[in-house]
């Protein structure tokens, strides 16, 4: 490959394997936040465990995601000056408010949450883990801006051969975004709920002595994952309403290959959440001939996600920003094949290891349970296991 497909397919690379962290942070974030909430209101114990086991996964997930993510920050200015330097004014606006904002702020309410356990009253604990959630949706907001941007260059003008940002508005109300980021909530919701669908199944096939809990949570995650398809398809077939003509015509098959697959099989999936899990959500803990097929679906949304990413970014080729600046005339100059392959192996292997990371911590955490939890340890329960015992 010459070195513009080296630095795509680094990006591309590197962008989906951030992306799996997101989607699974943005569908538990409310998921824990309710489950605290329960606990506060009610005070029973079998509410506060849920919210300290799945809270555990969360805080784990979103931890190793944090390094991927700035990742993404290098890119710009590695492979891509060329966008930065002719809209960097208009694009970096949504993306410094992501990072000043939103990401400072989530991660400092998550601290307090960790740590404000037995130390913060019962009704600022419970209002952190809120604030993250809004937060962590505000983040996700702001890169959709800054994304539909490069979709649909709304709300700034060509001057002096740099773009500039004249209507504020229009950069938020773009017709690229209002149906796409509500897409991303309803994929987050899905792929979390999922994920509690296949941890619960699991254990319930094992035959793990906390039948009660997960079969709680194994309904919580029908009930969300039915939620979460529910809007992703909605809010995805209303997305073709603002795509520009020629996205996915038959000049761009690239695009329209992962579309088909994310359309064909999104849709199959959907009919068995609402039509065969939802109906039956009251029986699945108790029917074990269908736990092995509920843990095979649970990477089923993350492949959806990525497909879906893949079909938008490809869709805009060659364009970096829509009729504005090609994907060439962006690209730094200077680069070599030889260094874009280097730092294409070299972030590659990094987030990859995370990923991997990521999903041994957390299936450690699934198969011990909710027993010597980490997060809230030393609040009052003197059962728990010193911190890090994973």
Known sequence: MDVLDLARTQFAVTGSLHFLFVVLTLGLAPLVAIMHTRWALSGKPPHESMTRFWGQIYVTNYAVGIVTGLVMEFQFG????GLSHYAGDVFGAPLAMETLVAFFLESTFLGLWIFGWGRLPKW???A???????????????VMVA?????????????????????????????????AFPH?????????????????????????????????????????????????MGFGYAQFAGVQEGKFGAHNPAAAVP????????????????LVMLPMIGILPR?????PILIAMTP??????????????????????????????ALSPGLTAGMVTASLIGFAGVLGLLAIVDYVLIARMIRRGPHALDLGAGSGDETRAPALSY
Request: aromatic fraction near 14%; hydrophobic fraction near 55%; proline fraction near 2%.
């Open 259 to 274: 579309l088909g697959f994310m359309i064909e099989f999104g849709q199959l999936l959907a009919l068995v959440v609402l």
């Open 287 to 291: 029917a074990r001939w269908t736990h």
């Open 147 to 179: 994304n539909s941007f490069l979709q649909n260059p709304a709300g700034a003008v060509v001057s002096d051969g740099r773009m500039r940002l004249t209507d504020f508005g229009a950069l938020l109300t773009n017709k690229s975004l209002v149906f």
């Open 184 to 232: 991303v909530i309803g994929a987050g919701l899905f792929t979390g709920g999922m994920v509690l669908v296949g941890a619960s199944a699991y254990r319930l096939w094992r035959r793990a002595e906390e039948t009660d809990f997960f079969a709680r949570s194994l309904r919580t995650g029908v009930a969300t994952a039915a939620v979460g398809i529910f809007l992703t």
């Open 300 to 329: 089923l949304p993350f492949v959806l996600a990525i497909l879906g990413w893949m079909a938008r970014e490809i869709g805009r080729q060659p364009w970096m920003i829509w009729e504005r600046l090609t994907v060439a005339d």
């Open 128 to 142: 952190c883990i809120w604030l993250v959630t809004l937060t962590a949706y505000a983040s996700a907001f702001f």
């Open 78 to 81: 590695l492979a891509w000056s």
């Open 124 to 126: 600022a604990h419970l």
